[in-house]
Nanobody, 127 residues
Framework: QVQLVDSGGGLVQAGDSLRLSCVAS????????MGWFRQAPGKAREFVAAIKWSGGSTKYANSVKGRFTISKDNAKNTVYLQMNSLKPEDTAVYYCAADTRYYTMYVPTGLSQYEDWGQGTQVTVSS
């Protein structure tokens, strides 16, 4: 099991940027695909972005494509989510997650494909 700690959330205005971080301990992330999900009040948790274990491929939800960027620093055992041009509808608790099946050959986007989760970090975007 890998322990994940999310951070970097906050209260910002529409159009601002934030960078979320997810630091892992217990195991190295180098062989794992990683994802970011979010959950707004009263809504189901949804996929935001994911990156292949190698870092060579990424996928994004249509709602964030072109504004968010996921990246992975294996040396720091950390995954990032750079969020630009934030909108009020981006308000949610953001969770990072690890697909602990080593060297998955695709970019997983489903909740059930991820085994380990961070505690979440709140992002609030005011209009």
């Amino acid at each position: 099991q890998v322990q994940l700690v999310d951070s970097g959330g906050g209260l910002v205005q529409a159009g601002d940027s934030l960078r979320l971080s997810c630091v892992a301990s217990g195991r190295t992330l180098s062989g794992y695909a990683m994802g970011w999900f979010r959950q707004a009040p009263g809504k189901a948790r949804e996929f935001v972005a994911a990156i292949k274990w190698s870092g060579g491929s990424t996928k994004y939800a249509n709602s964030v494509k072109g504004r968010f960027t996921i990246s992975k620093d294996n040396a720091k055992n950390t995954v990032y989510l750079q969020m630009n041009s934030l909108k009020p509808e981006d308000t949610a608790v953001y969770y990072c997650a690890a697909d602990t099946r080593y060297y998955t050959m695709y970019v997983p986007t489903g909740l059930s494909q991820y085994e380990d989760w961070g505690q979440g970090t709140q992002v609030t975007v005011s209009s």
